[in-house]
């Protein structure tokens, strides 16, 4: 059950990270002027349900990292975000068509690594 939290809280980062990247781009780029800014980023947090649900997410994230922090050390749970970035990779090289590399592949594979060995660890 305790690596329920740790799903959960990957979970809801990747799902906050792919809403806020897909719909932030239905928005168009960010105005340069400073009040503009603030402007638009009120009015497309408030006027997207979504990116409410993206935000959201990154509160329900926490409130699961929480109860992972009570279960588990510290230096043996955080290895396991690493999996967001694995995950976000392939969701948006499949979603958002993003270029890919074997260089990238490559740093995957070796994020994919550090989580084997680090679980592996005497806990």
Known sequence: MDYLYIFGCI???CYGQIVLKWR???HGAMPENHLDKIAWLIKTLF???FILSGMGSAFVASLFWMAVVTKFD???AYPFMSASFVLVFFLSIILFKEPF????LLGLL???MGIVITSRAPY
């Open 74 to 76: 510290l230096s043996y």
């Open 24 to 26: 932030m781009a239905l």
């Open 47 to 49: 006027t997207d349900p």
């Open 11 to 13: 979970f809801f980062t």
């Open 110 to 112: 070796f994020i994919v």
């Open 101 to 104: 590399s074997l260089y990238k």
